[in-house]
């Protein structure tokens, strides 16, 4: 990703700089707000910038048009120092209907910019919002700086003389909007219109439309000066290196990928669509030069149990789901741990319970990870925490599955799998080595199925067709070294304990858990899973206006790093901050019973804010 410099220029000569700006785009879901944020956002990174997003979609696939449950949203936060978050407050919010400014104004500050569609607020639109006057004229808005534009009507206006119909013409208005912002900060209409050219390749009339209304939007804003003058937010500095936008569930993709060419294994999707996993199964569909196959399952249970399959065969292995998905697959999870055979199951979070808030954020598996399989089947279990580390992780995840022959579960969420951010592109010697365990040839005919590595426990793995390592698996007890069945009632505990003991002693394999800011002191903030942006952010601002509070995030959860409990000990008090009702606090506080969890819950399908977790964090400080 190169920077390229704003073309064409704001005309007028005095452009506010400014550190950061969160933009939001909402209409909808046919508005094309997300493809309008995404252009945004990837302009903004080829200007250097740092960026973070947060896509938020409604959970219908085709709710009423102007409905207040249709509203689509995308938030980007620009910056030119450190962004961890798509930020609290918006600066600018493009509200293309009544729905959307209804569903969003809480999340504007007074005296920030609104613009508005005027021709989308008739009193039809009105209505669907549960407005009784309309916004625009009641002096409810006062206190903002409201742009209003008939931005409908100007686009269709644009391209008037094309021949298109109706629902082409208005299908452009969300570029009349994109070239309004990227006037307001300075932005080049450069990328998009490229974009736009081998998007609609084929369709030439579409490319011309599309960029005759970016053009007009960009146009008008600067003739009409919309504001005293024109934003920029100067290049961020970042460690040297190629860069990429990249969204969590791409980043996980490419991970695998990743992790099966540097293990020398073809790489096996069994999967079901589920959202918001779904785009990790369309992401890998397009890389079979690579040696990915991709099995589209029936259901979740064929989709794990494809894996399983794939993997006794000698694939690294993996299936995706979310929550609903991930307890059908439960028990082909106990059938994988029992095998010990490597695979991993990807779990990208969501609302719950059942069919609950698909397109939502939460961190309400952790106990279903940990605990939903019937008897003692303990498998390893990751949790990514940005959408760029979701590469690493699901490399990582792999790396332990194939080197411990056991389950791994990764762990991500609605908010990382569908935000973006930058990621440092790494390549292929930059990354630790895999080995798989395979068999070695020499050991043909005295070889045992259950023999283990002393250290790691971990078995050795043998493909089917392999002369002299002919041995059987199941769902049944096994013998501890042959595999056979076996109903020993004291083979059963010794397997069960060694099944358990394995993963414990993958500690030895992860690396120890660092502490952010103080390192010792009143105030510990843990966190885990996609959490990490905002209390990383709000944990840094409590130490630079002079408290002193440590921060830890786990991403390695079962087995936890060694020195969790020495960390826990540095510290008067300990604030667990998570997306459910208190999972994680449950989970430590049985593992390490010496010390007092406190909560701190957020349980409304988004992620925390900077100041409500500020606002926390002081409360506790000041409390006996």
């Not at 005309?11 to 944020?37: C, H």
């Not at 919010?93 to 400014?101: E, T």
């Not at 799998?417 to 395979?438: V, Y």
């Amino acid at each position: 990703m190169a920077v390229e410099e704003a073309n064409p220029t704001p005309t007028k000569a005095n452009v506010d700089t400014l550190e950061s700006a969160v933009i939001r785009f909402v209409g909808d879901s046919g508005d094309g707000m997300q493809l309008t944020g995404v252009q945004f956002t990837e302009t903004s990174a080829l200007l250097g910038n740092d960026v973070s997003t947060f896509p938020n979609y409604p959970a219908e696939i085709r709710a009423p048009q102007g409905s207040l449950y249709g509203v689509s949203g995308f938030q980007v936060h620009i910056g030119h120092g450190e962004i961890s978050t798509p930020g609290d407050d918006v600066d600018v919010l493009v509200a293309m209907n009544p729905a959307a400014l209804k569903t969003n104004l809480e999340s504007v500050p007074a005296g920030k910019t609104i613009i508005v569609d005027t021709d989308s607020f008739t009193k039809k639109n009105l209505a669907k919002a549960e407005y009784e006057t309309n916004p625009l004229e009641d002096g409810s808005l006062d206190n903002y700086k409201v742009i209003q534009v008939a931005i409908t009507s100007l686009a269709r206006t644009a391209i008037l003389d094309m021949g298109l119909d109706n629902k082409a013409m208005n299908r452009s208005k969300n570029m009349f909007a994109l070239g309004m912002v990227f006037w307001m900060f300075s932005r080049p209409l450069t990328h998009t219109e490229e974009f736009l050219k081998k998007k609609f390749a084929k369709k030439p009339k579409i490319v011309e439309s599309n960029i005759r209304v970016l053009r007009a939007g960009y146009n008008y804003a600067d003739t009409l000066e919309l504001l005293p003058s024109p934003h920029t937010v100067l290049p961020a500095k970042m460690t040297p290196g190629e860069y990429k936008i990249v969204m969590g569930n791409a980043a996980t993709a490419w991970g695998f990928i990743a992790a099966a060419e540097k293990a020398g294994l073809e790489l096996f999707l069994g999967s079901y669509p589920i959202t918001p996993a779904s785009d990790i199964l369309h992401e890998l569909s397009k890389h079979e030069y690579f040696g990915v196959k991709t099995f589209q399952a029936e259901d979740e249970i064929a989709g794990i149990c494809s894996a399983i399959g794939a993997s006794f065969a000698g694939d690294l292995a993996i299936t995706t789901t979310s929550g609903p998905g991930l307890a059908l697959k439960g028990e082909a999870i106990g059938l994988a741990t029992i095998t010990e055979l490597p695979i991993v199951i990807v779990d990208v979070q969501r609302g719950g319970p059942s069919t609950g808030l698909p397109t939502k954020t939460e961190q309400s598996d952790l106990l279903q990870v940990l605990f939903g399989r019937n008897g003692d089947s303990p498998v390893i279990v990751v949790a990514a925490s940005t959408p760029a580390n979701c590469f690493d992780f699901a490399y990582r995840a792999a790396k332990l599955a194939l080197e411990h022959m056991t389950p791994v579960i990764l762990m991500t969420d609605g908010y990382i799998a569908n935000g973006s951010e930058p990621w440092r592109i790494e390549t292929m010697d930059q990354l630790p080595d895999i080995k798989p365990r395979f068999v070695k040839p020499e050991e043909a005919g005295n070889w045992m199925p259950y023999q283990r590595d002393k250290e790691s426990l971990a078995r050795e793995w043998a493909i089917p067709g392999m002369p002299g390592f002919e041995h059987r698996v199941g769902g049944l007890e096994k013998d501890q070294l042959t595999g056979n069945v076996s109903y020993v009632p004291a083979n059963h505990e010794e397997m069960t304990k060694i099944r358990a003991e394995k993963i414990k002693r993958v500690e030895n394999y992860i690396p120890e858990l660092e502490v952010e800011g103080a390192q010792s002191g009143d105030l510990l903030v843990v966190g885990w899973g996609g959490t990490y942006g905002s209390l990383h952010t709000a944990v840094n601002y409590m130490n630079e206006t002079g408290d002193k509070v440590g921060y830890v995030h786990f991403n390695y959860i079962n087995p936890m790093p060694k020195n969790t409990a020495e960390v826990f000990s540095r510290f008067k008090k300990i604030v667990v901050c998570e997306l459910n009702l208190g999972q994680m606090a449950f989970v430590l506080q049985g593992r390490y019973p010496g010390h007092t969890f406190l909560k701190y819950n957020k349980i409304q399908g988004l992620p925390f804010t900077i100041m409500e977790l500020v606002q926390k964090f002081n409360q506790l400080l000041k409390a006996e």
